[in-house]
């Protein structure tokens, strides 16, 4: 079997592409697809750990803009994010994959409390671990909880896993049809040029910790072993690149 060139990962998933086409909720033909990606991974010997986000229920932020008060709102956005960890353990169980979620907020009926070194015993028996709740805090996306996370168990790549973007580009290339792709960057050049990998904490954060980050298409089906397997996919990000 050729061996995996990530060890232990964690995937970030946006709420948003969790719901498919609709734009709004939980798509079961996306979450099965997922799932099941995950599974593949899973049986070349890989350490999958899950961050979730809530944007397809629930967007602090806007709602913030709004006039919400942003704490109160950004804590909405976490709940919403245990609605998908749920969704998607549930998901991944159908199909026999032993699966625990951790929050980051107590809630211990449905979930356990995010504990490292637990996180960390249930990936080494090959379990996937689903991180809900962000950060725990409000006023940080669950992009730092994803950069955060895979800090503290000390994963080899975060896969930003996007819906309908393969890549990241110079602009916008929906808008702009001379929109480059780059396959390679550096955290630098992410932060000084603002390009839409993550938010400036969770990118400094990788690039304080030398975490890479590979940005693919989740809508592939495939793609999360592709990228797992070192193929070229996506676009890289490490601080090593010139």
Not at 52 to 74: F, Y
Not at 172 to 178: A, C, M, R, T, V
Request: with cysteine; aromatic share 4%.
């Amino acid at each position: 079997m050729v061996e995996a060139k990530y060890k232990r990962v964690v995937l970030k998933l946006s709420g948003e592409a969790l719901a498919g086409n609709e734009g709004f909720g939980i798509s079961p033909e996306v979450i099965k697809s997922v799932a099941e990606q995950i599974r593949e991974v899973t049986q070349l010997g890989v350490q999958v750990s899950v961050v979730v986000g809530g944007g397809n229920i629930w967007r602090g932020v806007k709602a913030s803009d709004e006039g919400m008060d942003r704490a109160h709102a950004d804590y909405m956005g976490m709940l919403a994010t245990v609605l998908n960890a749920l969704a998607l353990q549930d998901a991944l169980e159908r199909l026999d994959v032993v699966t625990r979620v951790q929050t980051s907020i107590e809630m211990r009926q449905v979930a356990e409390p995010y504990i490292r070194r637990r996180a960390i015993r249930h990936l080494e028996k090959c379990r996937v671990v689903i991180f809900a709740g962000g950060t725990g805090n409000p006023f940080f996306s669950t992009d730092t909880a994803a950069a955060l996370r895979a800090a503290e168990i000390d994963a080899e790549v975060i896969l930003m896993a996007k819906n309908g973007v393969d890549g990241v580009y110079s602009a916008d290339p929906q808008k702009d049809p001379e929109a480059v792709k780059y396959e390679t960057l550096n955290f630098m050049t992410v932060l000084n040029q603002g390009l839409g990998v993550m938010d400036a904490t969770a990118t400094s954060l990788c690039m304080d910790n030398n975490i890479p980050i590979l940005v693919f298409s989740i809508t592939e089906s495939g793609n999360i072993r592709r990228a797992v397997m070192g193929e070229p996919i996506g676009t890289i990000v490490r601080r090593d690149i010139v």
